[in-house]
Structure formats: C-alpha cells, structure tokens
C-alpha cells in the first residue's frame, strides 16, 4: 500500500490544522494505521492510532483531548484532527499502515508502510 499525507503547514498556538493520509495499492479495511512524528534531535514518537474498522482508536498523552484520529474506509483516508496546537507539537508528522497487527499499535516498528510525511509548525 503506498500513503500520501498530506494538510500540514504553518499555524499559531492555539490553532487548528487537519491531517490526511489518503492510501491506494491495497484494501485499506484491512490496515491498521497510526500517526507519528518527529522532531528535530528528537526520536520518532506515536502520536495517535486507529484499528481497522475504526473503532479502537489510542491518543499518546501529550495529545489526548486536543487530537482526534479518525478514518473513513470509503475513502482509504485516515485523518488528524489537530486543535489547540503548541509550539511542542512542531514537527514532521508521518503516516503508517500494517495489515500484521490488529487492533491500534503503538510503536514504529509494528507497522510496515510508511507515507513520506508532512510538516506542522506551530509559533507561539
């Protein structure tokens, strides 16, 4: 399955921005799919992620109730409803897939497709 993020740019803290992940090359049902993100000097962390259907879904703490994840299989796109945005949530934001694990993986090296990802900055 290749991914496609895309929805990133430049925004004030406090702001809002949504990501998407549109996917092709596969049967998306089938996909796990998470969101991460890497800062500058720092290790690439998860940020949210969602099952297949999207029922189950997990927010990292530095994000619970100010990102959602979402998915819509019709459409083989995942999504990340970022609000009320800090300068700490700069970063490049990547998307994943893997068709191996069920339910919400939480760690990079779990899933196996990965989208070229797209760059959120956040001034203060």
């Known amino acids: 399955v290749q991914l496609q993020a895309s929805g990133g740019g430049t925004v004030q803290a406090g702001g809002s921005l949504r990501l998407s992940c549109a996917a092709s090359g596969g049967t998306f049902e089938n996909y796990a799919m998470g969101w991460f993100r890497q800062a500058p000097g720092k290790e690439r962390e998860i940020v949210a992620s969602i099952s297949r259907r999207g029922g189950s879904t997990h927010h990292s703490d530095p994000v619970r109730g100010r990102f959602t994840i979402s998915r819509d299989n019709s459409k083989a796109t995942m999504y990340l409803q970022m609000n009320s945005l800090k300068p700490e949530d700069t970063a490049v934001y990547h998307c994943?897939?893997?068709?191996?694990?069920?339910?919400?993986?939480?760690?990079?090296?779990?899933?196996?497709?990965w989208g070229q990802g797209t760059l959120v900055t956040v001034s203060s």
């Open positions: 994943a897939a893997t068709n191996l694990k069920l339910g919400f993986p939480k760690t990079a090296g779990e899933y196996q497709y």
